[in-house]
């Protein structure tokens, strides 16, 4: 590529796919819309291929721009945080790190703990949000790391490590519960459920699990806050699916109880990832690696604990 790359031809190609219209990238950019259609034209004299195609409507990006214009993005947010660090006279070190409820609740004091020991000039900046926010945010930079669920649609995302962790049926502690000692399937599907809603992963994982036994769960309540679902099954008015670590203090006090499924294994699986478009540097390496360990060792801790506290569980029969 001949001659540097002048960040005004980014934010003019950035502008432009975000707008689908020369005109709107234009006026967003405070510039003349013939600059902007020339900031194209370099761009696509330079390598070679069309950028965007215009029709009567606007324009529309091609699989390239697409891919081009995600990694200029990332350089230009990267530009002006190092400005806005130079105009204040110094140059911190962030590092943001996009996290589930279920994964913060396990993992953000042993990680916090972890990073301060190892380098305590670092800022950690911790972002919570169900799955499918998490990977948005990894892949747009608004975060250099996250955990995910481990789905096919990881594209753009780049996987350091993988995790299983097991998750379990949580029911109100309701008398008529525990004197039965079990849940068949007819008590199990005329109960009413709250979970996060679609796409979100703890969702799709109930659902493949509902495919392959046949069941057919009642969810009048989609929410999209792990407090709120806490608080409904505590108020006795729903059942939910949940990792263990987020319950276990609910059970241990009697507040709700566990089921245990004798047929099959809810197992979610979760991936420690960064931006692909996007090198690792080394503190991004450096606290991936603290969330690797981190997410190791609780799980392993959580794993334990939980099989203490199975024989107590009310026994799922899906048959």
Request: proline residues 4%; glycine residues 6%.
């Amino acid at each position: 590529m001949a001659g540097h790359l002048d960040f005004d031809l980014l934010r003019s190609l950035v502008a432009a796919v975000e707008t689908e219209s020369v005109t709107a990238a234009a006026a967003k950019l405070g510039l003349t819309q013939p600059t902007v259609s020339k900031h194209i034209a370099v761009l696509e004299t330079r390598y070679g291929t069309r950028l965007l195609h215009r029709d009567g409507r606007g324009v529309r990006a091609t699989a390239l721009s697409l891919r081009f214009a995600e990694r200029a993005r990332a350089i230009l947010e990267q530009a002006a945080a190092l400005e806005g660090e130079a105009a204040h006279g110094q140059t911190e070190r962030v590092v943001c790190v996009a996290l589930p409820p279920t994964v913060a609740d396990l993992a953000v004091v042993p990680l916090v703990t972890t990073v301060r020991a190892r380098d305590p000039a670092l800022r950690l900046v911790v972002t919570e949000g169900f799955s499918t926010y998490a990977a948005d945010w990894v892949r747009q930079g608004t975060a250099q790391a996250g955990v995910v669920y481990a789905t096919p649609d990881l594209h753009g995302l780049s996987v350091m490590a993988s995790f299983s962790d097991a998750v379990q049926f949580v029911f109100p502690a309701q008398d008529n519960l525990l004197q039965l000692g079990r849940v068949d399937r007819a008590t199990l599907e005329a109960m009413d459920f709250v979970l996060p809603g679609r796409p979100h992963g703890m969702r799709l994982l109930v659902d493949s699990m509902c495919v392959q036994f046949g069941l057919t769960l009642r969810v009048p309540y989609e929410m999209a806050s792990l407090g709120t679902i806490r608080q409904l099954v505590l108020a006795g008015r729903a059942a939910t699916v949940l990792p263990f670590n987020v319950v276990a203090a609910d059970v241990q006090a009697g507040r709700m109880l566990l089921g245990r499924a004798e047929e099959v294994a809810l197992v979610r699986n979760l991936s420690v990832v960064s931006a692909a478009a996007r090198p690792r540097t080394a503190e991004v390496r450096g606290v991936m690696d603290d969330l690797c360990a981190v997410l190791e060792r609780e799980l392993a801790y959580t794993a334990q604990e939980l099989r203490r506290m199975t024989a107590s569980a009310l026994r799922l029969a899906f048959a």
